[in-house]
């Protein structure tokens, strides 16, 4: 597989410095990206340069992780409006070990000779001193390269600290250090690292003395668009915020449901971006789409591939079987199968009310049950429930509800559950 020519392609190619296809062609190549142990998970905003790592070593080539032990203790300024928060070693630690068990579910790190390695800055910089390092790197770049690079002139209208002014050398140092030690020739990113990844080759070429057309022992840069919808907004945020690869952060359920919402304007670009199907493969589904949009064969695709690949099989079929549930033509053998570990995580962002066993005993019907009983968290008066089950619009455990006056005698799932459908939205009644 020729690297470049996949990244050109899938969209993925936004920039990259003079000499990078050739290197590439020549031989294996050692390259690598950071990520900024600012979060115990990463999130989908950081998938597309995973994908660039995944397509690197499916190439052939040499992947490096590095995690940023010491730079994430900073904050990198570039397309941040002011300063973070600074962060504790053990909170970086912890989330340095859950970007590393994420990144291992995307790269092979084997006995392979492009096997996948990880690394931490931290490594190199907890023994540095700051006249060490104003010797190692601060003397080989002027103020002025460093003044002229985006991240830094968008913010100095509202002010950059010298910490986060730093970061670009910092971070130019990684590059070198790995030049150095680990024979790392190509440093990517996305489109708003390129000022920060060209400071490390810039920093590369004058610590080694070399003039600007030197060719055998060059470093290389490479950068990947950033990934927006099609009316230009930023990608990789739901209505409750990010959307994280960590389980516990968003369940398999939301992650799929998130991709599974996508419109048909951006299937075509995220299908590139987030999966590993082949030009052909896309090139059909894109043509069924067209066909019978109405069954989103691309949102399913997506939706599929990346979900299978963050959360297992097992969190897949279980996102489907939850959108099966709560949108799709489940049956009361659906809900019977669902375990009792399961229907957190499948009811999770859908409204619960408790009911007890004394508000249950004083229910004489269905009425009471969805007015009464719930506290009038699903309707809010006896009046009301009545019309909705009359009107064929109530249904309980997927079956519909004509009687206002039918009895109790409902299954409880688990002896505990009971899901009340109002329309298309759904309730969930626990029994305590």
């Known amino acids: 597989m020729n690297f470049i020519e996949e990244l050109r392609w899938r969209g993925m190619l936004n920039d990259m410095t003079?000499?990078?296809?050739?290197?590439?062609?020549?031989?294996?190549?050692?390259?690598?990206?950071?990520?900024?142990?600012?979060?115990?998970?990463?999130?989908?905003?950081?998938?597309?340069?995973?994908?660039?790592l995944v397509h690197f070593q499916r190439a052939g080539h040499k992947p490096f992780a590095l995690i940023g032990g010491a730079t994430g203790m900073i904050g990198d300024p570039s397309g941040k409006a002011a300063e973070r928060d600074f962060l504790s070693e053990e909170t970086l630690r912890l989330n340095q070990e859950g970007i590393r068990k994420q990144l291992e579910k995307?790269?092979?790190?084997?006995?392979?000779?492009?096997?996948?390695?990880?690394?931490?800055?931290?490594?190199?910089?907890?023994?540095?001193?700051?006249?060490?390092?104003?010797?190692?790197?601060?003397?080989?770049?002027?103020?002025?390269?460093?003044?002229?690079k985006d991240s830094v002139k968008k913010r100095l209208e509202t002010g950059i600290s010298f910490t986060e002014f730093s970061y670009q050398l910092l971070q130019g140092y990684d590059y070198y250090w790995?030049?150095?030690?680990?024979?790392?020739?190509?440093?990517?990113?996305?489109?708003?690292?390129?000022?920060?990844?060209?400071?490390?080759?810039?920093?590369?070429?004058?610590k080694e003395e070399r003039g600007t057309e030197a060719e055998d022992d060059r470093a290389f840069a490479l950068t990947t668009p950033l990934v927006t919808k099609a009316d230009g907004t930023k990608f990789g945020k739901s209505e409750s915020g990010n959307v994280w690869l960590d389980p516990k952060l968003t369940s398999p359920y939301q992650f799929y449901q998130f991709w599974l919402n996508t419109t048909d304007n951006d299937c075509s670009r995220l299908i590139r971006v987030f999966t590993l199907l082949s030009q052909e493969e896309i090139l059909r589904l894109e043509a069924e789409h067209v066909e019978a949009p109405h069954l989103r064969?691309?949102?399913?695709?997506?939706?599929?591939?990346?979900?299978t690949r963050v959360h297992g099989q097992e969190g897949y079929d279980l996102a489907v079987k939850a959108s099966e549930v709560l949108f799709g033509k489940a049956t009361i053998d659906t809900l019977r199968s669902i375990a009792v570990d399961e229907f957190d995580v499948i009811f999770e962002g859908v409204p619960q009310t408790e009911v007890s066993a004394d508000d249950l005993a004083s229910c004489k019907d269905i009425t009471d049950l969805l007015s009464v009983a719930s506290k009038g968290e699903i309707y809010a008066s006896k009046g009301e429930a009545r019309r909705a089950i009359s009107q064929n619009a109530v249904s309980l455990n997927k079956a519909k509800v004509n009687d206002p006056a039918a009895s109790l005698a409902l299954e409880w799932l688990q002896d505990r559950y009971l899901l009340v459908s109002k329309g298309k939205k759904n309730h969930l009644l626990k029994k305590v």
């Not at 490594?123 to 010797?135: A, N, T, V």
């Open 18 to 52: 003079p000499g990078t296809e050739a290197q590439l062609s020549k031989e294996m190549t050692a390259g690598y990206i950071g990520f900024d142990p600012t979060a115990a998970s990463l999130h989908i905003g950081n998938l597309a340069t995973i994908m660039l």
């Open 297 to 307: 064969l691309l949102q399913k695709a997506i939706a599929q591939e990346v979900t």
């Open 178 to 206: 790995l030049y150095k030690n680990k024979g790392v020739r190509l440093q990517m990113g996305g489109s708003d690292q390129w000022g920060n990844i060209t400071t490390g080759t810039e920093l590369i070429r004058r």
């Open 106 to 148: 995307f790269l092979a790190f084997n006995d392979a000779p492009n096997s996948a390695e990880m690394v931490n800055n931290y490594d190199w910089f907890k023994e540095f001193s700051f006249l060490g390092f104003l010797r190692e790197a601060g003397k080989h770049l002027t103020v002025n390269y460093m003044m002229a």
